[in-house]
């Protein structure tokens, strides 16, 4: 197996809404989850809504602290006693779930997705600028929308803006909240496409978070399974069957499942 | 690929989409007073203090277009001077507030805690503190004029801006696109003044447009109680309390200035409302 990107060691996140005193029990989002993911993997993380996907994807990419456990990404603690490894986001980027705050409203998405080839790569404006251009055409957004602010596209280009500002970084591993969902089926697979090449050329590793199981099967090598905050599940995605899922939540997602034409060798 | 415009959140682009009558008027008339207040030493006034005693409470002539008042003091060169002092007056007691409220409200928005605590306990001290007899006594203590009293009202204001600044800071600060910010690399400083400061200019601008109309209603109030602008230089204040006992007989020396006075703070509402309805969030 290749070197490990991020290690994830029994990590746990509650919240308890409305302070300490409040009657409600807690909500143990992340309840003890260990996940390990490799250089050049593509990891897929299933479950229902509430299960704990995002906040697990906000424990790996530095953004939600977790209550005990440990994360280390190249090798470095994450969550060290105090403050943050800032320079973890040079390996790890994420695309947040919802697109329509994800993105500065008060700033062109050209802008967007120059930024971090000035501030992690220290390009100038004009190399930046022609990064986010060629980024921002590979994922299919034209140079018009490329000069607009946020608020003028949909949510499909937005989500497409927050995927070319993520890749923009060079990461070693980006995570998908959701991100290819809600996309037309034809830029659905333009995205998937584009992901399956840039791991290709790049060594990328992804980490793809989504209801449906189709898409998941045809980027990733390896399905968690979650559940009530817990991995219940973990399958490879080569040669799935809904016979070789143990868990009853795991088989309602792979009874009915409609095949997506993508080439998968590019 | 298929280009599809957003259909969701329609926004207009500026503070002037959408735009209503009243609202141009009151934008128009604020506009037009802050030039003038501006020009006015460039523009061919006569002497505002300068008395003409054989001509007093003269009526509208070529030679005064608005007439003369009870010392025989052009009334137009003296509300076009009294207008600019009341302007930058309030516009110093805001300058202030927004110097020291602004930073403050963004970092205890965006960091929360300690700093929260402290500053926010500092404001709530001076909260308690009635403006009035603040000025009241710094006046007697410092006769430092209506600079120093301007300067007063700013310390005064400062919490203002602070809550609403903070307020609305918190809310942006927890928005995912500020995540995404930090993970493109940019630091605490850059987050503040590139993603949080434009998220929340459009409500520190109501609570500013306000507090611009009620400095000059202070202004006034002090200048007519005589602990504000020294008479005789000219202010929207002096101007009243001056003239006051003429409202029977001239009324136009009173009302004049009083009128511009009260249009200017209307006005000034009227555009805060502007912003807070232009910019509300869905
Ligand atoms: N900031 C928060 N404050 C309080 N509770 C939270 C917070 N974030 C998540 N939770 C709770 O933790 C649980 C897991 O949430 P999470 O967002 O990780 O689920 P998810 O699997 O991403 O769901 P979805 O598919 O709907 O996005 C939920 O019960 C949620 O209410
Ligand atoms: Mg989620």
Do not use: I, T, Y
């Given at each position: 197996m290749a070197e490990l990107l991020v290690e994830v060691e029994s990590v746990t996140k509650t919240y308890r809404l409305g302070g300490r005193l409040a009657r409600k029990p807690p909500t143990v989002?992340?309840?003890g989850v260990s996940v390990a993911i490799a250089a050049g993997e593509s990891v897929g993380v299933v479950g229902e809504s509430g299960s704990g996907k995002s906040t697990l994807a906000g424990i790996i990419c530095g953004l939600v602290r977790p209550d005990s456990g440990s994360v280390r990404v190249a090798g470095r603690e994450v969550y060290a006693r105090r403050g943050l490894d800032r320079t973890i986001w040079r390996t790890v980027q994420m695309v947040f779930q919802d697109p329509y705050t994800s993105l500065n409203p008060a700033m062109t998405v050209a802008e967007i997705v120059a930024e971090p080839s000035r501030l992690w790569h220290g390009m100038d404006r004009r190399e930046a600028d022609r990064r986010a251009l060629e980024l921002l055409d590979r994922v299919g957004l034209s140079a018009g929308a490329a000069q607009s602010r946020p608020d003028s596209l949909s949510g499909g280009q937005r989500q497409r803006a927050s995927i070319a500002r993520a890749l923009a970084v060079s990461p070693s591993l980006v995570v998908l909240d959701e991100s290819v969902s809600a996309l037309d089926v034809s830029v659905q697979a333009q995205i998937l496409q584009l992901l399956l090449d840039l791991r290709r050329e790049n060594d990328l590793a992804y980490m793809l978070i989504s209801h449906d199981i189709s898409v998941i099967r045809l980027v990733c090598d390896r399905i968690l399974v979650m559940n009530g905050g817990e991995v219940v599940e973990e399958l490879l995605s080569a040669g799935l069957t809904e016979e070789a899922a143990r868990h009853p939540y795991t088989r309602r997602l792979l009874s009915a499942v409609p095949t997506m034409a993508v080439d998968r060798q590019g | 690929m298929t280009e599809v415009v957003a259909t969701g959140r329609p926004r207009s682009t500026g503070i002037l989409a959408g735009l209503g009558v009243t609202r141009a008027l009151a934008l128009g008339f604020v506009l037009v007073c802050l030039a003038v207040a501006v020009a006015v030493p460039f523009?061919?006034?006569?002497?505002?203090?300068?008395?003409h005693l054989g001509d007093t409470l003269a009526s509208y002539s070529a030679e005064h277009l608005l007439g003369t008042d009870q010392l025989g003091r052009d009334l137009l060169a003296r509300l076009l001077w009294g207008t600019r002092t009341s302007l930058f007056a309030a516009l110093t007691a805001i300058a202030v507030a927004t110097a020291v409220g602004l930073p403050f409200g963004m970092l205890a928005g965006y960091r929360r805690g300690w700093v929260e605590a402290a500053t926010g306990r500092v404001a709530d001290v001076i909260l308690t503190v009635p403006a009035l007899v603040l000025l009241l006594t710094v006046h007697a203590a410092l006769r430092s004029g209506i600079t120093g009293q301007m300067v007063t009202l700013g310390v005064v204001f400062a919490p203002r801006i602070y809550r609403v600044v903070r307020t609305e800071t918190v809310k942006v600060a927890t928005l995912p696109y500020l995540m995404a910010g930090r993970m493109s690399g940019c630091s605490h400083t850059r987050i503040l003044l590139r993603y949080l400061l434009p998220g929340i200019r459009a409500q520190s601008l109501v609570q500013v447009s306000y507090l611009l109309g009620l400095s000059l209603l202070i202004e006034a109030g002090i200048s007519f109680l005589g602990?504000?602008?020294?008479?005789?230089n000219a202010s929207l204040g002096t101007m009243l309390s001056g003239a006051a006992a003429m409202l029977a007989s001239a009324p136009r020396v009173v009302l004049i200035p009083a009128a511009v006075l009260s249009l200017l703070i209307l006005s000034l509402n009227v555009i805060g409302d502007i912003e807070s309805k232009g910019e509300r969030r869905g």
């Open positions: 989002a992340v309840g | 523009l061919p006034l006569g002497e505002p203090n300068r008395q602990v504000g602008v020294e008479s005789p």
